[in-house]
């Protein structure tokens, strides 16, 4: 039996349950009411629904979103919606948590679903092996290897030097 709540924006309009089920409290062409959503994936995978405001404004709303806010509060600062178990079919409200991208990053690689191709490189383009001492993450958490990012650095600085004399 799933249990529901209001949608966080949404309240006396629409519910969402603690198993990701989004149904509509307003009536529509005669439909029956509570209508279920039908839920679609996005370009990324994961599941979205459209929802109406009471003066007829339609957004799209990912539905991990809605249970995280409805089951978790709202997200506190720096963090986003994160799958436990790496399904971003799997809605349920035990499944999902807030954390940081750092930490959805390194879920996406413990669950093998990083499908980025550079996830797998095990050196960069000019062959220095990605270790955790010569390996930088950028805050969108993209890997940059040091030495390279040092010499990038030297032909910048002697660059804007050779410009100044």
Request: aromatic share 6%; hydrophobic share 25%.
């Amino acid at each position: 039996m799933e249990n529901f709540r209001p949608v966080v924006g949404y309240e006396g309009r629409y519910e969402v349950g603690d198993q990701g089920t989004v149904r509509s409290l307003v009536p529509c062409r005669g439909l029956p009411i509570p209508r279920v959503h039908k839920a679609n994936p996005n370009t990324w995978g994961y599941l979205i629904v459209r929802l109406s405001s009471a003066d007829h404004i339609v957004t799209t709303q990912l539905v991990h979103h809605l249970v995280l806010r409805a089951w978790h509060g709202e997200c506190p600062e720096g963090c986003e919606g994160c799958h436990c178990d790496g399904n971003k079919l799997n809605n349920a409200a035990d499944n999902l948590r807030w954390d940081s991208h750092e930490s959805n990053m390194q879920d996406r690689s413990r669950h093998g679903n990083n499908n980025s191709r550079n996830s797998k490189k095990t050196h960069c383009k000019a062959g220095h092996q990605y270790t955790a001492e010569n390996t930088y993450r950028d805050p969108r958490g993209a890997r940059q290897c040091m030495e390279c990012r040092r010499l990038a650095r030297n032909r910048s600085y002697r660059k804007i030097k050779d410009r100044a004399a």
